[in-house]
């Protein structure tokens, strides 16, 4: 089936640094990738709708200045977390959806941030 | 708006039936999905509903009613490793499509 990959798997970084997460789609082109956040026993939260050459689309309340996503590729979205605080610790996991594969949505991994 | 609600937890007994409810409320629905998540996992795909009715695979039903806003996931001879989060979402078109997941329930299954 097609998959998502998506790493790192976890990173602990020190409050104030940068963290790039990178979601690879493997074996088709995603021209949009979703990209969530998950706290501990909560369910997805949609952060932002990553555009394939485009700027993405961020939802209500999430801060595109804090929460950069490059989709530079048919196959790559990758979102940074500019500037972490402890806050911001949480697992984050990216999606895509195969268009050649009706509308099931893809996952990756997920990456589990720890910010100290 | 949007709004997607499930029960948060549920318990029942190995080998037993449980039906896990959604109801919502999303302008321009298009389809609904169920997902399990066990801990620290991803979510996997259990089912997608568009038409009303009830769509079964394996020990695994799920339902839809538009008109009503609701939809049911019905798993059968519960077995251990179906203790997990189970998230129904809902997919919307007009505007960018996108998939908007409910809050999970938490299943836990007990021998």
């Known amino acids: 089936g097609a998959v998502v990959s998506q790493h790192p798997s976890w990173v602990i970084c020190k409050s104030g640094t940068s963290v790039k997460i990178e979601c690879r789609s493997l074996?088709?082109?995603?021209?949009?990738m979703f990209w969530y956040r998950q706290f501990p026993k909560q369910s997805l939260m949609l952060m932002a709708t990553?555009?394939?050459?485009?700027?993405?689309?961020?939802e209500q309340g999430v801060e595109k200045d804090k929460f950069l996503i490059n989709h530079a590729s048919l196959t790559l979205s990758t979102l940074t977390v500019t500037s972490a605080h402890p806050e911001d610790s949480s697992f984050y996991i990216c999606?895509?959806?195969?268009?050649?594969?009706?509308?099931?949505?893809?996952f990756g991994s997920g990456t589990q941030l720890s910010v100290l | 708006g949007q709004n997607i609600d499930q029960p948060t937890e549920m318990t029942a007994t190995e080998g037993a039936i449980v039906q896990i409810n959604c109801t919502y409320q999303?302008?321009?629905?298009?389809?609904l999905f169920w997902y399990q998540q066990h801990a620290g996992e991803a979510p996997t795909f259990l089912s997608y509903?568009?038409?009303?009715g009830l769509e079964e695979k394996g020990r695994f039903s799920s339902f839809l009613s538009r008109s009503k806003g609701y939809s049911y996931l019905l798993l059968k001879e519960l077995q251990m490793k179906d203790s997990a989060s189970y998230l129904c979402?809902?997919?919307?078109?007009?505007?960018?499509?996108?998939?908007?997941f409910g809050t999970g329930t938490r299943l836990k299954v007990l021998a």
């Open positions: 979402a809902a997919t919307r078109i007009g505007g960018t499509y996108k998939y908007i």
């Open positions: 999303t302008s321009g629905f298009n389809g």
């Open positions: 999606s895509a959806r195969d268009l050649d594969r009706g509308e099931k949505l893809f």
């Open positions: 990553s555009n394939e050459g485009s700027k993405a689309t961020y």
């Open positions: 509903n568009v038409l009303d």
């Open positions: 074996d088709f082109q995603a021209t949009t």
